[in-house]
Nanobody, 121 residues
């Protein structure tokens, strides 16, 4: 599985960006896709994930209501729409693919390269 993330950039606080993750090497069938991020000097953290049917969506608490994850099955692409961005959202964002278990936990087996999001105050 190959994951190609894009869409990062520089935006002012309150602005919006849309990240894309193109999945190749296999279809979405049975595959969950998630986003993680790593801010400078901080640990990598989970942001959001989506099930292979486009359901089973889960967000990290600090992004609820501002970020929206979605998928386009025809394009094998997952999107992360980011609105009302804050300086603390500044990070490298990583697209991942893996399993969503019955417990709801998500384990990423595949990682793409990161895309940098910088939010200025």
């Amino acid at each position: 599985v190959q994951l190609q993330a894009s869409g990062g950039g520089l935006v002012q606080a309150g602005g919006s960006l849309r990240l894309s993750c193109a999945v190749s090497g296999r279809t979405f069938s049975g595959l969950g896709v998630g986003w993680f991020r790593q801010a400078p000097g901080k640990e990598r953290e989970f942001v959001a994930r989506i099930g292979w049917r486009g359901d089973d969506i889960y967000y990290e608490d600090s992004v609820k209501g501002r970020l929206t994850i979605s998928r386009d099955g025809a394009r094998n692409t997952v999107y992360l729409q980011m609105n009302s961005l804050k300086p603390e959202d500044t990070a490298v964002y990583y697209c991942t693919a893996g399993n969503i278990y019955y417990s709801g936990s998500y384990y990423p087996y595949y990682w793409g390269q990161g895309t940098l999001v910088t939010v200025s105050s």
